[in-house]
């Protein structure tokens, strides 16, 4: 399909172009994990027909309120259902017991699926019935499958979704209600992960996996764009991301990069990536200055960040360094006291992965790596609804 926004994709690793007709996944050179793809625009179209005036004016209370940064040709392919546009909370109950009143919570419970998961999803789904698919597959520990698999159902296509057996129950009732086709694996999300890419290969789906299929950054990054529109086009000093295969992390930098690009910002945050102590090769990698992470045996009760093989890794690690960042890791018993601070003292509910970028925040207050005067994001990426296990 032809297309006047999107310039070229471009490999992480060795910067070849391709036209976006030319290539559906990874780089022909190198490959899945160093050869992920970067969707470039023409940021010149995007200038013309993105402006601050045009969105102060618009009445679309989602993320397709950013439609000419979005790698969309058929807008009639788009879904109704909601993603994005989510609350940036300024929560003074909680501002003024942690002594931050520069902090903001951006809670993406209230997404179609109840996580961040549907900003790629809503996405995917476009891409997949402008490509004709006649399928979609996933991987996933839980959340990007309930979230395809709500997308298809809307769009009519069939949905194969590979979890772990350990998927948590409502994740689980997400997927059957949906009617996805469920793999469940008796292994981890990283072995479902590489089951789920031959089955796509073999019967010609859609591959809906993170790190693979460029265009689901795209939808990533849409929490970048919302921060700073609800910022008042300010730019926050420190965001804090929780990090599995990375795609999050990396989606937010793009989308601040993109903002940049088009002449709405003139800065950027440090993004801070925060892993789970028991699933941190990211962690590792960057405490030894490393490129790329070595492959962990991982175990955390934050199951939707519990990744061995981090899928994004080369760009999670980039979008780390670039900003000037840092990542690191919290226990598994801050998460829990995360979640329940955050939700006695907000009323804000999250799943355990959210409250890891939570946990992180307080860490870092706790050891005095944060001022008072400094203006914070904390991704609040998924409902509490969805793992109650560590909570009850
Ligand atoms: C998927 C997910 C993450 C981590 O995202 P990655 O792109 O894998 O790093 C964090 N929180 C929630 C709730 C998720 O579903
Ligand atoms: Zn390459």
């Known amino acids: 399909m032809k297309n006047k926004k999107i310039a070229y994709l471009q490999c992480v690793t060795c910067k070849k172009q391709y036209q976006a007709d030319e290539i559906k996944y990874t780089c022909s050179v190198c490959g899945p994990v160093h050869g992920t793809l970067d969707v470039i625009y023409d940021y010149r179209y995007v200038k013309k027909h993105l402006t601050k005036e045009h969105l102060h004016k618009s009445g679309e209370y989602s993320h397709w309120r950013y439609l000419p940064l979005l790698p969309v040709f058929d807008e009639q392919l788009i879904q109704p259902l909601k993603v994005g546009w989510t609350p940036l909370y300024h929560h003074k109950r909680i501002n003024s017991k942690l002594k931050l009143p520069l902090l903001f919570l951006k809670d993406d419970s209230g997404n179609v699926t109840a996580s961040y998961k549907d900003r790629a999803s809503s996405v995917a789904i476009v891409k997949a019935l402008e490509e004709k698919y006649e399928g979609i597959g996933a991987a996933s520990s839980g959340n990007a499958g309930a979230s395809i698999a709500a997308f298809a159902a809307s769009a009519g296509l069939p949905c194969y979704i590979f979890v772990p057996e350990t998927i948590p129950e409502p994740k689980l009732a997400q997927l059957q209600a949906y ?27 859609f591959n809906r996996n993170t790190a693979i299929n460029p265009y689901l950054a795209e939808g990533k990054k849409t929490g970048a764009l919302e921060i700073c529109e609800q910022l008042n086009w300010d730019v926050p000093d420190l965001v804090f991301v929780p990090v599995g295969d990375g795609c999050i992390l990396s989606g937010i930098w793009k989308g601040f990069k993109d903002l940049n690009e088009i002449g709405f910002i003139d800065r950027f945050p440090q993004l801070i990536g925060v892993q789970a102590e028991g699933s941190a090769p990211l962690v590792e990698a960057y405490q030894k200055g490393l490129h790329e992470a070595c492959e962990k045996n991982v175990s955390t009760i934050a199951d939707s960040i519990c990744v061995g093989y981090p899928r ?23 998460i829990v006291a995360s979640i329940r601070f955050l939700a006695e003292n907000s009323g804000i509910f999250v799943e ?41």
């Open 179 to 205: 009617g996805a086709q469920t793999m469940l694996v008796k292994g981890t999300y990283d072995e479902a992960f590489d089951l789920c890419m031959k089955e796509c290969a073999k019967n010609n789906w």
């Open 352 to 392: 355990p992965a959210a409250a890891a970028a939570f946990a992180g925040m307080q860490l870092m207050l706790e050891n005095e790596k944060i001022k008072s005067s400094q203006k914070i994001v904390v991704m609040l990426t998924g409902s509490g609804l969805k793992d109650i296990r560590s909570i009850l």
């Open 312 to 334: 994004d890794q080369v760009k999670a690690l980039r979008a780390i360094h670039q900003s000037g960042g840092i990542f690191i890791s919290v226990s598994d018993e801050s």
